[in-house]
């Protein structure tokens, strides 16, 4: 049975509502700056719980500057967000880079503001702050301690929209078609316990990503990457949906492969794995191949990963794997506290004594330890430490470690969008009546999305979407 959870609607031309299809936080995002507008809204869901990819984030959302920074200014996260981007962004000219400067401009202007509106008005704790890979500054905010920060996130904006009059949530519901008429969307079609039910008003697409569908759209764009695990949800991608109304396609092949999904040592073939969060390397955590170090761990996902799987050594599995340890100290477990013993827990990470790990390792770390004590520069390029504090390597001194491998994380393409969300043909045309938000969108991240920046865009560009809706709405429907 389709769940809906829902009060009855407000008598507000009760036969048109703004429909969201999808509730990450970009829906969620679009919902609750709806109700600021007292408009009725419909989300709909093909999972049996809300929430999407946007629930799993473990890492924190990107903002700068923000009260929550210490110790130095921070005016480089546009700079920053472009050198990831790379080429797509570079070698883009006219219509297409200058699109592509507004959104990046538009997401990084926005983030301060979106990170305040999460925890002042939310009620989110965003105080604790690390940096990721690929940027030049500590910016990655999540919580003190409790729920890790998607969780946290999401589970504030649901309870605030639950309360809400203007509000229905229907899960188990999936979207089959959008409709249009006299080159306006109109609606949807969705089927929720096969049958097909149509529902009528303007709508925003915040349907995520397709990184877990890795037989279909995966498989479609980058046949080379169909063998590799995933940290998403095995669900189809819905772009097709938008393609199938006009909307462009851009960047569709640009998939991240995150460098540290954990390999279970109880479940190898496990094709959807969790994924160790790049805040582990972020507060002082390293990688290594064999007892040694071999990359600046904290440059971008895209760089890690291109020397793990050009350097480690590949798993026998049926699936595309490598053999990489991750190392925490103390002080950098300590700092992301909730987060161990949920892996410890798993079994996704020991504790256990360097005596147990050999001398080779022993040797790596204890030369890591002497870059971050400033005794000697790092042979890769790294410049921050995070809260790692082992200073004299002891055989007897604890570390924390696990294997990861690879893992498909998040796809770069997706729908042409402009900066005020309107979805774009190919031409560069807003279709009327649609507007997207979130990971289903393309061309923001280039060729490589920064840590943190996802969460940022659906903040940011699901409170445009709503707005945008919003207004359309009340000249159409008031
Ligand atoms: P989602 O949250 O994926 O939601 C999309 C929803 O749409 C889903 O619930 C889906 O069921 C629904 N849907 C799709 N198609 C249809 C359809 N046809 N009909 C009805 N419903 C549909 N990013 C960060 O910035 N920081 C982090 O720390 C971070 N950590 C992450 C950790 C993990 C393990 C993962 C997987 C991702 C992480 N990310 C992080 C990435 C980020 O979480 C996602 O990219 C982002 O949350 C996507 O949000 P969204 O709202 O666009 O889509
Ligand atoms: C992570 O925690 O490593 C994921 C962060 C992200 O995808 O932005």
């Known amino acids: 049975m389709s769940t809906s959870t829902t009060c009855p609607l407000p008598p507000l031309n009760p036969s048109h509502r703004v429909i969201i299809v999808g509730t990450g936080l970009a829906g969620l995002s679009a919902a609750t700056q709806l109700t600021t507008h007292s408009i009725p809204v419909t989300l709909l869901d093909r999972a049996e719980r809300p929430g999407g990819n946007s629930m799993k984030a473990s890492s924190g959302i990107n903002g700068a500057p923000t009260r929550f920074q210490t110790g130095h200014e921070d005016d480089s996260f546009y700079a920053d967000t472009v050198r990831s981007a790379g080429s797509p962004f570079t070698n883009a000219s006219g ?9 990046v401009q538009t997401v990084t202007d ?3 503001d979106a990170v ?67 080159e306006e969307v109109v609606g949807v079609e969705y089927v929720a316990d096969d049958q097909t039910t149509t529902l009528r008003g303007p709508v925003i697409f915040a349907s995520g990503g397709f990184a877990g569908d890795i037989r279909g759209m995966v498989s479609q764009y980058r046949p080379d990457l169909a063998g590799f695990p995933s940290t998403n949800e095995a669900r189809e991608g819905s772009q097709p949906l938008l393609e199938s109304v006009g909307g462009g396609l851009i960047d569709m092949d640009r998939i991240q492969v995150h460098p540290t999904g954990f390999l279970d040592e109880k479940d190898k073939e496990a094709s959807v794995k969790f994924l160790a969060a790049e805040a582990l390397r972020g507060e002082g955590g390293i990688l290594l191949s064999n007892g040694k170090r ?31 340890t991750l190392l925490l100290d103390e002080g950098a477990a300590s700092a992301l506290d909730s987060h161990m013993q949920f892996y410890l827990w798993k079994g996704l990470i020991r504790k256990t004594k360097f005596a147990e790990l050999g001398q080779e390792t022993l040797d790596s770390v204890q030369e890591y330890a002497n870059v971050v004590a400033g005794r000697k520069d790092d042979p890769f390029g790294r ?31 997706g729908v042409l969008f402009n900066e005020r969300t309107q979805v774009l043909g190919e031409q560069g045309e807003p279709i009327t009546g649609l507007w997207a938000a979130g990971e289903v969108t393309g061309g923001l991240h280039g060729q490589n999305r920064l840590g943190g920046s996802s969460l940022l865009e659906c903040a940011v560009f699901g409170r445009i979407a709503g707005n945008e809706a919003a207004a359309f709405y009340q000249q159409h429907y008031v």
């Not at 690929?134 to 946290?152: D, L, N, Q």
């Not at 904290?298 to 480690?312: D, K, M, N, P």
């Not at 200073?391 to 796809?411: C, I, M, N, R």
């Open 95 to 103: 219509d297409e880079r200058a699109r592509r400067e507004r959104l």
């Open 110 to 112: 926005g983030s301060k």
């Open 383 to 413: 410049k921050a430490f995070g809260n790692w504090t082992l200073s004299e390597v002891q055989s007897d001194s604890v570390a924390y470690v696990g294997k990861v491998t690879p893992v498909l994380h998040f796809t770069m393409g």
């Open 294 to 324: 071999f990359v600046n761990e904290l440059e971008t996902r895209e760089h890690v990963t291109g020397v793990v799987t050009g350097s480690a050594a590949k798993l026998d599995t049926s699936l595309q794997q490598w053999d990489v």
């Open 116 to 182: 305040y509106w999460l925890s002042d008005e939310m009620g989110v704790d965003l105080s604790k702050v690390a940096q990721l890979g690929g940027h030049s500054r500590a910016r990655t905010h999540r919580g003190v301690s409790g729920k890790p920060p998607g969780a946290a996130i999401v589970g504030a904006l649901l309870q605030k929209l639950k309360e809400n009059p203007f509000v229905e949530i229907r899960t188990k519901s999936r979207v089959t078609k959008v409709l249009k008429e006299a």
